[in-house]
């Protein structure tokens, strides 16, 4: 069994905004980091196998993998840890989620699969294109 997170883009709009919001985090920090308050239970196969699903506008559309997870204390004293992901974006048979607060496992039979693009002979779909897409249920 592997296990993976899915979690909630708070304030992006679109993959184009991840990966800018990204590459900052980057030139930063030398590192893709995303800092949560709970330690994941299933850390050690998390960090194996597992990748970081992202939600945005609603739909999952990409993953990256989980390259490590490390256990952080906070500037106000409070325990919590850093997620730090590889660069590539993945993207995924955008998949409509609800909302919720933090992250949350992602179940294997659930997980979308990844999209087989080849950027150098296809034209990019907009995320907008594509959210329609999913709302008509054509994709």
């Known amino acids: 069994m592997s296990y993976n997170l899915k979690k909630i883009a708070v304030g992006i709009k679109s993959i184009e ?9 980057f030139e930063n920090y030398g590192a893709i980091v ?11 196969d998390l960090i194996k196998t597992g990748s970081m699903y992202w939600i945005i506008q ?6 990256q993998k989980i390259l490590d997870i490390t256990s952080v204390i906070r500037s106000d004293g409070s ?3 850093e997620i730090i992901l590889d660069k590539d974006l993945i993207k995924v048979i955008p998949t409509p989620m609800r909302p919720f607060q ?6 294997e039979e659930d997980i979308p699969p990844d999209l087989n ?11 907008e294109v ?10």
């Open 17 to 25: 905004r991840l990966k800018i919001r990204q590459q900052m985090l």
């Open 130 to 139: 594509n959210s329609e897409l999913i709302k008509l249920g054509l994709y």
């Open 79 to 81: 325990r919590g840890c």
């Open 58 to 63: 609603r739909n999952v559309l990409v993953r």
């Open 102 to 107: 933090g992250w949350r496992y992602y179940m």
């Open 117 to 127: 693009t080849n950027d150098d002979e296809s034209e990019e779909i907009p995320d």
């Open 34 to 44: 995303h800092t949560t308050r709970n330690m994941p239970k299933q850390k050690v």
